[in-house]
């Protein structure tokens, strides 16, 4: 059984950074694509970024400059770095990735179980 746990949410003030990660785990032969989307209340998801198992990333435009993903292809885990954050950036960030389990050559889309972020004075 595949799963993806996340960690590293919390409450910061604006200006503060914090780190998210987030860990696949179980019987997995590859991980492709891997990701963080975010949902603030009363607004669809989004995605904040991605980063392909070449090490190719994408970020949203409301975050470029701020937010820096990499990931650890050894323990199949991504990380969020969110420096300067901002209090539109508090919502609930979940991790995705794209996961071949043991035994199968096809990706199925994995998602975390979200943590929250929130920034406020």
């Known amino acids: 059984q595949v799963q993806l746990v996340e960690s590293g949410g919390g409450l910061v003030q604006p200006g503060g950074s914090l780190r998210l990660s987030c860990a696949a785990s179980?019987?997995?032969?590859?991980?492709?694509?891997m990701g963080w989307y975010r949902q603030a209340p009363g607004k669809e998801r989004e995605l904040v970024a991605s980063?392909?198992?070449?090490?190719?990333?994408d970020y949203a435009d409301s975050v470029k400059g701020r937010f820096t993903i990499s990931r650890d292809n050894a323990k199949n885990t991504v990380y969020l770095q969110m420096n300067s954050l901002k209090p539109e950036d508090t919502a609930v960030y979940y991790c995705?990735?794209?996961?071949?389990?043991?035994?199968?050559?096809?990706?199925?889309?994995?998602w975390g179980q979200g943590t929250q972020v929130t920034v406020s004075s």
């Open positions: 179980g019987s997995i032969f590859s991980v492709e694509e």
């Open positions: 995705n990735a794209e996961i071949s389990p043991s035994g199968s050559y096809y990706l199925q889309d994995y």
């Open positions: 980063i392909t198992g070449g090490g190719i990333t």
